[in-house]
């Protein structure tokens, strides 16, 4: 059984009279450890099935199995359970709380689980050793994506689901994030998926679900992904 098994996935929102299939019976695989993303264009169904592993949101049927367990099935409680225990999310425009410093934002996190990594060994790790104490109106879009990635990374997840992680950043900013959030699995062996409608990257990752009109249309997979620094968009 794969890490990650999604079976029959569908997600259905109602707008007044109009039914919206955002996942039209979805089907994927990712392994423990691997760096996957999520590729298509707006409006493809790409955050909602980010949010539903995340639980974040739940789907209308099928099943989503995550190590063995079926999340599809659990109530509001296992959920919370399993967001704030096993999975690390990073989004396009960071999240941060205004008023708490990179180093508070990331205690935020750290301290709802047992095995955290240390907050500000962390924000060290990601090149924010000389922002510890700054709060988010001082630091730039790249930082603060630093310090969002940092506050995911903390909780030490099994699981890191990343949207659109460097959509507003520019390209060199965009390319260091990139790293950070690959070595994640590369060299912590977390399993980490990135949603992007950007298909330069698909190459760093080790597998590529392509997302169409709430479809996958098709995997791909890299036996051997390309180095991060030799990718250009």
Partial sequence: MSYIEVRHNFKKYQTGDTEILANNDVNFTVEQGELAIILGASGAGKSTIL???GGMDTNTSGDV????QNIAQYNKRQLTTYRRNDI?????FYNLIQNLTAKENVELA????????????TLIDV??????????????GGEQQRVAIARAIAKNPKILLCDE???ALDYETGK???????????????????????STIAPIADRVIHFHDGQVTQIEHNPQP???ANVKW
């Fill in 51 to 53: 949010n539903i592993l």
């Fill in 165 to 167: 992680p460097t959509g």
């Fill in 110 to 121: 750290s301290e709802i689980v047992k095995d955290a990594l240390d907050p500000v060994q």
């Fill in 65 to 68: 199995i995550i190590d063995g």
């Fill in 127 to 140: 090149g924010l050793q000389t922002r510890i104490n700054n709060f988010p109106a001082e630091l730039s």
């Fill in 176 to 198: 260091s994030v990139l790293q950070i959030i690959a070595d994640m699995s590369r060299k912590k062996g977390a399993t980490v998926i990135i949603v992007t409608h950007n």
């Fill in 88 to 92: 690390g999310f990073v989004f396009q």
């Fill in 226 to 228: 390309e180095a991060i």
